[in-house]
């Protein structure tokens, strides 16, 4: 009943920028931390950032000071704001959100989006 739905993926130039968002729907009583994972070819599928329901953050080396994330909770969304792309940025981002989904079910359940393909190249 709970879907992630990414978006704003695509091609861009090295030093460009990009922003992502994932809408999550469906039944939904809270919404804890939500995030960005990618995986590229042959690689593992990593942490990119994430964000607690308060606003707390937490970025990959790799990208501190790129890349910032945020969310609407009003929405139902977070974002992902990516700047200075570089080439090793090319993979298939993920959404990521813990989820209660009903007020007598006192449990958060991972979930995840499809994913949405970025590619850094000139």
């Known amino acids: 009943q709970v879907q992630l739905v990414e978006s704003g993926g695509g091609l861009v130039q090295p030093g460009g920028s990009l922003r992502l968002s994932c809408a999550a729907s469906g039944s939904i009583f809270n919404i804890y931390a939500m995030g960005w994972y990618r995986q590229a070819p042959g690689e593992q599928r990593d942490l990119v950032a994430d964000?607690?329901?308060?606003?707390?953050?937490n970025y990959a080396d790799s990208v501190k000071g790129r890349f910032t994330v945020s969310r609407d909770n009003a929405k139902n969304t977070v974002y992902l704001q990516m700047g200075s792309l570089k080439p090793e940025d090319t993979a298939v981002y993920y959404c990521n959100a813990y989820i209660r989904d009903r007020p007598n079910r006192n449990v958060a359940i991972a979930y995840w989006g499809k994913g949405t393909l970025v590619t850094v190249s000139s």
């Open positions: 964000i607690s329901s308060d606003g707390f953050t």
